[in-house]
């Protein structure tokens, strides 16, 4: 296991004859499959972050974070300042914390935005003030296990998509020796990490700095995709003006370069084998604005209560908006104003968001975008028909998997041939249903077949 | 979402449409080389097809309109026309077309599930019931079909009229009669290679299938000992260029990894030129597509453990 972990990048070894005769002998730092996808980005990234008022409102912070569960630890009628605890959590489970200084007005179940299902929350009618109450002592941990716990008291999670909390994932990384930063945003239509890296480029560099010192890391790599310059650009200009070591590398634009094993094998060179943590193989991925949120929880105290949403699509003032938790989407569909014929939300990237179907969720930390107008924008597609084997979906995948084969496998609930085609190294990108000239519901039907597995296990 | 391949068709029918156009300048150059009989054959089959598959469609129950629309019985329909050989009667296209659309297309469980490529079984059936009754094919020196008129040629394949006599016609391919000196008047098979290439080019079919074949048919041809020109000029005899790109590249029966679609092209070739060099039949090709397609799950298997996907360590 040290071994592993500590394995330098995989060094060139000396000629052999055999790899003349390898077929698939591989380029290091090279993946294959994802598609090029038309790009939107330019929609909303033309003007900085705002920030969305709150006046006098209600917001409904989840307490809920994937399977973390805080206990609320205030009552109806309470007055809580911005950033304080309202619900405590414990070594396994994120503290949450008001998102604005208001009243408590007791504990409801509200859907949030790019969940499954509806969360425990906790109603405050927000005074209109947005006071900070006394904020933590700037006590910067000196040690990667206090860092993991200051993480989950400050109530850090993932921001990229899957919202796994960031103490349990600095807690459980081992001994890396590479930090590589998740800048590549291969969504076409998300921009709230483009604008961060614009905008908060010292920020990041700052905590990247911070916690490559931290574990004790070599090297530290940020990785944009190329349709991101200006990023790239300032990104490289903080790194510069900081005198910091951290790397800024360029990926492809192919979805779904941001996939972590896609991310692991273009910035480090190493595989990333299914099923596999990146501790075992050395490196620590983090994405980008989550790396934002635990500097700003290090250095200024400011524990995790609003993220960067971007809102786009057909509508008035697209852009990126600084939103606390708990915001009303409502609310923010009259900031942004969309046509009057866009009245469907789709919530994430259209690649692995979903259509909003709940219109009273409120934000969350992993709601990373909004876009109005939707079905407009990419027409709902047509009707299955039959697959043709025509192997784009096996050329799309990023995991080099046999999607045809595995809707087949999926369709029969085969769980023997399910298994031999890799299921479980399936990543639920979307790229096979992105290119299927029969519309077939492929990741849809992986999904499915996912969870009913799951279920089954545990249920 | 859409992606960035502005010249792949997204959809099946925008496939099929494309294949079915991708065939159109070939089988106008056969047209004017063989005369009408060309056309009348492409009809007939168009026809036929059309009626077995409506056929199929009710008998299983599935919507007309959606089993239609896919234009999958078009593009069979065309290579029929031009696999079979010229002259058929129209019996045996009615046969081929149950054969390879009722037979081994709809009751294999319909579109995608065949393993045998349809058109070809259709006409191995006819080749090898009836094989007497066939006409020689036109060869390319001698294109006796040019003189008829579209009357005679109906008359033939409704068969209202006695056989032609035999003696018009030359058994022997060209190979063997030693006819290559002189130039063939028109050559349908540029058309179908230029075809071929465009949907390479447009990613609907792949190339390393037809590149393998060829490679193949044209060493074997050479280590038999013919001439390196010879063996380039046996090329586009016999529909080989319409067979390496239109109908093994056929999606549904080809493998599903690149190391096993160069082996199934090289099959191809290989089995072909030894039809073609030591069998019964004038020409092979029908019966190496359908060899290749029963080998299709095991140089599957094949092809994956010659392929080491990116994330596995080396």
């Given amino acids: 296991m040290q071994c592993i972990t500590h394995a330098p990048r995989e060094q060139r070894q000396g000629f052999k004859w055999r790899t003349l005769f390898n077929l698939s002998l591989i380029p290091p730092k090279k993946w294959y499959g994802g598609v090029r996808l038309q790009d939107h980005k330019s929609l909303s990234n033309q003007v900085p972050i705002r920030s969305v008022s709150i006046g006098r409102m209600l917001l409904t912070i989840p307490v809920e974070q994937g399977r973390s569960r805080a206990a609320p630890c205030v009552k109806a009628g309470e007055k809580v300042f911005k950033g304080q605890v309202i619900a405590t959590g414990d070594s396994k489970n994120l503290w949450a914390h008001a998102s604005t200084s208001g009243t408590v007005r007791g504990v409801v179940s509200i859907p949030v935005a790019d969940r499954d299902h509806t969360s425990e929350a906790i109603l405050l009618e927000s005074d209109g003030l947005d006071r900070w109450g006394p904020r933590e002592q700037a006590n910067i941990p000196s040690s990667l296990s206090e860092l993991a716990e200051y993480a989950m008291r400050m109530g850090l999670a993932g921001l990229g998509g899957a919202g796994f909390p960031t103490g349990l994932k600095l807690g459980g990384a081992g001994t890396p020796d590479l930090l590589l930063i998740n800048g590549a945003e291969c969504e076409p239509f998300l921009t709230c990490d483009d604008r961060l890296m614009r905008e908060r480029a010292a920020d990041v560099i700052q905590a990247a700095d911070y916690l490559a010192k931290l574990s004790g890391v070599s090297n530290t790599f940020i990785g944009v995709e190329s349709n991101k310059p200006e990023a790239i650009r300032s990104l490289r200009q903080a790194t510069a003006a900081a005198g910091s070591s951290v790397k800024i590398r360029t990926l492809p634009a192919r979805y779904p370069a941001g996939g972590q094993p896609m991310l692991v094998r273009a910035l480090s060179g190493r595989r990333l084998r299914p099923g596999q943590l990146p501790a075992e193989i050395g490196v620590q991925v983090l994405n980008v604005a989550s790396l934002y949120a635990l500097g700003r929880a290090v250095f200024h105290g400011e524990p995790l209560i609003s993220r960067v949403v971007t809102l786009t699509g057909r509508c008035k003032h697209p852009g990126n908006y600084e939103v606390p938790l708990g915001y009303p989407v409502n609310l923010l569909r009259k900031i942004a104003e969309p046509d009057s014929d866009a009245r469907d939300i789709h919530v994430g990237g259209p690649m692995m968001g979903r259509k909003l179907e709940e219109i009273d969720a409120v934000t969350g930390k992993t709601s990373s975008c909004l876009i109005f107008g939707a079905n407009r924008l990419w027409p709902a597609k047509g009707d299955e028909s039959d697959c043709i084997r025509c192997n784009r979906c096996v050329d799309a995948c990023p995991m080099a998997l046999q999607p045809m084969s595995l809707l087949e496998a999926a369709r029969s609930r085969n769980q023997h041939d399910l298994k031999q085609l890799r299921l479980d190294a399936c990543i639920e990108c979307g790229a096979c249903s992105q290119v299927c000239p029969s519309n077939l519901p492929l990741r849809d039907s992986f999904r499915a077949i996912k969870k009913e597995a799951l279920i089954c296990r545990t249920g | ?314």
């Fill in chain 2, 1 to 314: 979402m859409s992606y960035r391949m502005s010249l792949m068709p997204r959809s099946t029918q925008g496939i099929m449409a494309t294949v079915t156009l991708a065939m159109l300048p070939g089988t106008w150059l056969y047209g004017l080389q063989y005369g009408p009989v060309v056309w009348l054959q492409v009809i007939w089959c168009l026809l036929l097809a059309l009626l077995v598959e409506m056929g199929a469609l009710y008998l299983c129950r599935k919507s007309l309109a959606r089993g239609l629309s896919d234009l999958s019985w078009l593009v069979c329909a065309l290579i029929l026309a031009r696999a079979l050989p010229l002259m058929t009667p129209l019996w045996m296209m009615a046969i081929a077309s149950v054969v390879a659309l009722g037979l081994v297309k709809h009751a294999n469980g319909g579109l995608g599930a065949n393993r045998l490529n349809p058109a070809m079984a259709g006409l191995a059936v006819v080749a090898i019931c009836f094989y007497q009754q066939l006409m020689p094919a036109p060869d390319l020196n001698t294109p006796w079909t040019l003189g008829l008129t579209a009357q005679e040629v109906l008359l033939h394949q409704l068969q209202l009229e006695p056989r032609y006599p035999v003696d018009i016609m030359t058994g022997a391919t060209p190979l063997s009669g030693g006819a290559l000196d002189e130039p063939a008047p028109l050559l349908s098979w540029i058309g179908y290679l230029g075809g071929g290439l465009l949907l390479a080019a447009m990613r609907v079919i792949r190339f390393e299938i037809p590149l393998a074949m060829i490679t193949c048919s044209v060493s074997l041809c050479i280590l038999a000992g013919h001439s390196a020109q010879e063996s380039l000029h046996s090329l586009s005899l016999g529909g080989y260029v319409f067979t390496a790109f239109f109908i093994a590249t056929d999606p549904v029966t080809s493998p599903d990894n690149r190391s096993a679609r160069i082996l199934f092209g090289a099959t191809i070739g290989v089995v072909t030129e030894l039809v073609r060099e030591f069998g019964l039949y004038a020409d092979g090709l029908c019966f190496a597509v359908l060899v290749a397609n029963l080998l299709v799950p095991d140089l599957n298997r094949l092809g994956l453990r010659l392929h080491r996907p990116w994330h596995q360590a080396a």
